[in-house]
């Protein structure tokens, strides 16, 4: 009987015990659906020139574009759809100062920045190829962008507001505790930048330009 009531004290024991050590496990962290970013950049900018002026030579002048790396820094939210698609919206400081040199006047030539520094809006969509919670990504994104008047140059007469369309592949990657996607990407330029301003005859040599980037960004979760 003693021997009963000993074993029976040692189960309840033993039970106490584990559901002590079962409320004390934490429940598995869930990566953050929020992420910062960073990435560098290098401009593709499309141009075509008129030949508005002749130097003292007699040649027409040329324009050419100076193209040039940059850097960003963006945050974003994850909402995640279902398990292999979410979609992305973020906000994204873009400093990337490419050039265009131009005719001005017979025998110079301006230099203007085009976007030196911009905040850009990409609402991406992001498709996990496979199951797995490593699995690589394809990414579509739609850019809007709006580039500060005051930090732009005066000459010529730029659009602030473009549209990019963004096409990438993506990797997860984990570090320690936190999570990295890293994500490679081409970056499309649909509007033309140049503005029409009939008075000012010195922008005349420029006929169109678009701006266009491929990029490495890093988020982290």
Not at 63 to 74: L, P, Q, T, Y
Not at 149 to 177: A, H, M, Q, T, W
Not at 202 to 207: A, D, G, I, N, Y
Request: hydrophobic share 40%; proline share 6%; net charge positive.
């Amino acid at each position: 009987m003693h021997r009963t009531i000993l074993a029976l004290l040692f189960i309840l024991h033993t039970l106490m015990l584990t559901a002590q050590d079962s409320l004390d496990v934490k429940a598995p962290k869930k990566p953050s659906n929020f992420a910062l970013g960073v990435g560098v950049s290098y401009s593709i900018m499309g141009f075509e020139s008129r030949p508005y002026f002749i130097d003292s030579t007699g040649k027409v002048g040329q324009s050419e574009i100076i193209n040039s790396a940059g850097f960003s820094a963006s945050a974003g939210y994850m909402f995640k759809i279902s398990n292999r698609f979410m979609i992305r919206p973020s906000i994204e400081a873009h400093m990337m100062p490419a050039k265009i040199s131009y005719d001005t006047e017979i025998d110079h030539k301006t230099t203007s920045r085009v976007y030196p520094i911009s905040l850009e809006f990409p609402i991406a969509t992001v498709f996990n190829l496979t199951s797995k919670s490593n699995s690589p990504t394809a990414q579509l994104a739609i850019r809007p962008a709006y580039a500060p008047e005051s930090y732009s140059d005066k000459r010529p007469l730029i659009d602030p507001f473009n549209l990019n369309l963004d096409l990438g592949i993506g990797l997860p990657i984990k570090v320690r505790k936190a999570s990295m996607r890293t994500e490679l990407y081409y970056s499309h330029g649909f509007f033309d930048l140049i503005g029409d301003d009939p008075d000012d005859y010195k922008t005349r040599s420029v006929k169109h330009l678009t701006r266009s980037f491929v990029g490495i960004r890093f988020y982290f979760s």
